[in-house]
């Protein structure tokens, strides 16, 4: 019977992580991405953008992410959650469009996939412990 419980207590946090990073990228568009993500991080999280060095920590992510947050906005669609038998451990990836307007005011949008590893807290809730993304090609149209 404990397999059949440990898997309906995963199934439940699966709803729940999904649930909440879909809180998480409604936050992005309703107060900046900033603001999202000074929220959803754990105080040591890690941010692995493309191209980039890491960044370690919810403070320095922040700083980073809130100058100019009001030139672009940052919308994901999250599409799996996955967590661990342990329960503290989760995972969710979903696909994002960065929309901006360029310096000859045309509206441009950069496409792109993530993958967020997350922490269950001592509280129950999930945070960010590790955020990665990088680029895809724009959607193809459909005829």
């Not at 960044?55 to 947050?69: F, N, P, S, T």
């Not at 696909?95 to 509206?107: A, I």
């Amino acid at each position: 019977m404990t397999g059949c419980n440990n898997q309906a207590e995963r199934d439940t946090e699966k709803r729940r992580l999904l649930d909440t990073d879909i809180q998480f990228a409604q936050m992005s568009l309703d107060k900046g991405s900033g603001e999202a993500f000074n929220h959803f991080l754990t105080d040591d999280a890690m941010g692995m953008s493309a191209g980039q060095h890491p960044v370690i920590g919810r403070d320095k992510l922040y700083a980073e992410m809130r100058v100019g947050q009001e030139d672009y906005t940052l919308a994901w669609d999250p599409q799996r959650a996955e967590v661990a038998a342990s329960l503290d451990l989760g995972w969710t990836w979903g696909k994002y469009v960065l929309s901006f307007t360029d310096d000859e005011g045309v509206e441009q949008k950069r496409y792109g996939k993530y993958l967020n590893i997350w922490e269950r807290q001592d509280d129950g809730e999930w945070k960010v412990l590790v955020d990665m993304g990088n680029s895809s090609p724009a959607p193809e149209k459909n005829n």
